[in-house]
């Protein structure tokens, strides 16, 4: 699960009810944007005007999951925050890495830029890896396996991604937040702990080591 850091715009907010996806404007007007009641993971866009969200359908996947014996088919899907237009599905495929194939998804958030959006698929009991789509072509890419991460909505690193992850060393495992492209190419290290993670975020202009 991302970094709770507040929300991207005063007062705008996102939560699911039932399985249905809410929205809260500035003046504190919520309304129902979903309806089915299979819907999961809403974020709002960092321009606070576009819902990405999870939407689990009833198809079976027809194949097996490293961390789910029966999954369903997931899709990714955006509507307007202000309720305009109707729901569009972005991602309705499986996905590969490794030899094995994920449709389960979880935590999508979009890009400042609004032209891609990452998502987590599970690879393991405490491992997710996350996965980067291009909202244009529908193509994807696992960029990095990830503990926890954010993707940064302003200041110099505006679009690169803080990721939690482990990495190996002579020494063992050492598990640290670290700045990556918007390709999973290794920027720096942001720290070790939660409290460095978030400092940073407060502060995305801040040089990294």
């Given amino acids: 699960m991302p970094l709770a850091l507040g929300l991207p715009l005063f007062g705008q907010g996102v939560a699911v009810r039932d399985g249905n996806v809410y929205y809260t404007d500035e003046q504190k007007q919520t309304r129902r944007l979903t309806s089915d009641g299979a819907d ?3 974020s709002l866009s960092p321009d606070g005007t576009t ?11 027809g194949f097996t999951e490293p961390t789910n014996l029966h999954p ?16 569009k599905v972005v991602f309705d495929a499986a996905i590969t890495v490794d030899d094995h194939r994920y449709a389960t998804f979880s ?10 959006a990452y998502f987590l698929i599970h690879l393991a009991v405490v491992e ?3 996965v ?4 244009g072509d529908g193509q994807v890419q696992m960029i990095s396996p990830a503990l926890d991460w ?9 679009g690169d991604l803080l990721v939690q992850r482990r990495k190996q060393t002579v020494n ?5 937040y670290w700045l990556l492209s918007e390709d999973g190419s290794l920027l720096g290290l942001v720290g070790q702990s939660e409290r460095e993670a978030l400092a940073f975020l407060k502060n995305p202009d801040r040089k990294i080591r």
Avoid: E, M, W
């Fill in 40 to 42: 999961s993971d809403p």
């Fill in 51 to 61: 819902v990405i969200f999870v939407h689990r359908t009833a198809i079976p996947a």
């Fill in 72 to 87: 369903v088919r997931n899709q990714i899907c955006l509507i307007d925050a202000a309720g305009r237009g109707g729901l």
């Fill in 107 to 116: 935590d999508p958030h979009l890009a400042p830029d609004n032209r891609h």
């Fill in 128 to 130: 997710f890896g996350l």
């Fill in 132 to 135: 980067k789509l291009n909202l």
């Fill in 150 to 158: 954010h993707v940064i909505a302003s200041g110099r690193y505006a």
């Fill in 172 to 176: 063992g495992i050492y598990v640290a």
